[in-house]
């Protein structure tokens, strides 16, 4: 994986702007730190920043190729991602007539363009955010993976449109102000640490939103959709469905686990890493690749403060033990303690130029930075409970009735931690209907559906498009912030657009949470792994953490300096952090952030408007 950035000015010589070029590529050296390249033009200036997975020595960017009929003029690319059907584009373009000079997908990705123009993106397998520039054209073309995998974001302004992977990149040019306004609070406060889609909460940025391509010239910007998920009538058996998912699952794993450097995969012990653990191990067999090495995470003391409940009904460790034994993996375990999570968090921020998901993104970073340590390459299970419909929140009748996002349903307890102020003029109830609202209007329904049929297939959309780039941003930040590439074979858009139209009685097959994919697996996972009740990501219990966190913010309300008091609402908050025991199990936000990570994540948002020196604009 890499990191790109780039400037395109009609006002402006860009070949004099080195220096400028040089600073906000260099702001992504973690996503990159292989390998640093430019490319200058009159009118576009590219920025690049790799990590080495496919052929190091030939892949270097920015990648230059001429175009198709246009003598004397080129194609240029920044492009971070992975092909994983790079192979047969490469032989479907040498039939064309095309000559590689490397065996990196970048080349392939390049080439598809000079060939198929804007349509490529219809032929690409994988998760990919780039931009090429067309110089006889002077236009600029820019697109996002299905899912939204690889981050994108831009700035557009009179004759200017800035862009990069991460808004860092954005905000290293001289003439962005590291601004926020009130919609960008609201994100924050309302919606955070999701984000609504192709917002991107810093004043005037955008992410290209996923599935999305944009054309920007000297006539301005036009963004298309070239993707979106489609509802159709499902004509399979549940035995034909379960064959199905388990051939598509199997196939996107393998096409995963090529690399030129090592692969490892991530391993809890439950359904969704299990499976791609035990798929991976099966390639690595058949291909004489010897022993895959897995990775899981844990905290100190966990196993004394473990107590089960309804979103985390059991502890990992034993069933990581049960998987490695029998798989016969080479496994790293990684642990933490208390005083490294919460030094993490500011860590977290940097990487995410926002706040977070609190210790769940900073014990990721953690977990993320000692897994380079032996790897370049891991294989992650996200997406598996957004697509078949894994959150307890699919099979809770409140939830589904809710009418809002499902893992943000204390709405009023959110209002109240806002000053007065910044409560009237952000309206955060109805800031949360619109979006919610807007969510729901873009669900592509089913004509014929039964009302019980289309409130899952809203729960699912609602899931996808915006429970699970929470997820991806969190995986894809933390972990580039290292330099380790993170791969998620649940997100292959394949598999996505079938499961997409499986109906809920046979997602559920067995009655279970995912069915489907568990009896897709049947033979390939031990039963009592196979039929494990769902635990999430793990997160720690130590108490400790939520005294230390707790500390902390009350330390940052006794200062009259701190930026974040104008921007809440105090007294509350005081309320909250008096009361430990009941803020221990506060519904904030998700199966895992509750009353510790509502004090981490304020701690967070204190760090982030002190060290950005954000200025907020109302």
Known sequence: MCGITGWIDWNEDLTKQADTIEKMTETLELRGPDASGTWLSRHCAFGHRRLSVMDPAGGAQPMIRRAKNADHHDCIVVYNGELYNAPELRKELESLGYRFRTTCDTEALLLAYVEWGSECVEKFNGIFAFAIWRTDEEKLFMARDRLGVKPLFYRREEGRLLFGSEPKAILAHPDVPAEVDAEGLA????????????????????????GHCMHYDRDGMRITAYWQLESSPHEHSEEETAERVGALLSDTVERQLVSDVPVCTLLSGGLDSSALTALAVSYYEREGQGSVHTFSVDYVDNDKHFKSHDFQPNADAPWITRMIEHLNTVHHP????????????????????????????????????????????????????????????????????????????????????????????????????????????????????????????????????????????????????????????????????????????IKTAGNREKGILRKSLEGVLPHDVLYRKKSPYPKTHNPNYLTAVRTRLLERLDDPSSPLLPLINSSRVRELAANPDASSHLPWFGQLMSGPQLFAYLLQMDFWLRHYKVRIVL
């Not at 192709?198 to 290209?208: A, C, Q, T, Y």
């Not at 939830?399 to 955060?428: D, V």
């Not at 959309?461 to 929470?470: G, K």
Request: hydrophobic share 40%; net charge negative; proline share 7%.
């Open 187 to 210: 994100e924050l406060f309302v919606i955070g640490p999701a984000r609504t889609p192709g917002h991107g909460v810093w004043r005037d940025f955008f992410e290209l939103k996923p």
């Open 334 to 505: 990684v642990q933490f303690d208390t005083p490294e999570l919460v030094d993490a968090l500011e860590a977290a921020v940097l990487a995410k130029d926002l706040p977070g998901m609190a210790d769940i993104d900073a014990s990721l970073y953690l977990f993320c930075r000692e897994i380079k340590k032996e790897a370049t390459v891991a294989i992650s299970g996200e997406a598996a409970d957004e697509i078949f419909g894994g959150y307890p929140w699919f099979h809770r009748e409140e939830a589904l009735q809710a009418e809002t996002f499902p893992w943000s349903l204390a709405t009023g307890m959110r209002a109240g931690l806002l000053s007065p102020e910044l409560r009237e003029k952000l309206q955060p109830q109805a800031y949360l209907a619109d979006r919610y609202a807007q969510a729901i209007g873009e669900v592509p329904e089913l004509p014929g559906e039964d009302e019980a049929r289309r409130r899952m297939r809203r729960m699912s959309y609602l899931n996808v498009t915006r429970f699970m780039p929470t997820l991806l941003d969190r995986k894809d930040r933390m972990s580039m912030a290292v330099g380790l590439e993170v791969r998620v074979p649940y997100c292959d858009h394949r598999l996505v657009e079938y499961v997409w139209n499986i109906p809920w009685e």
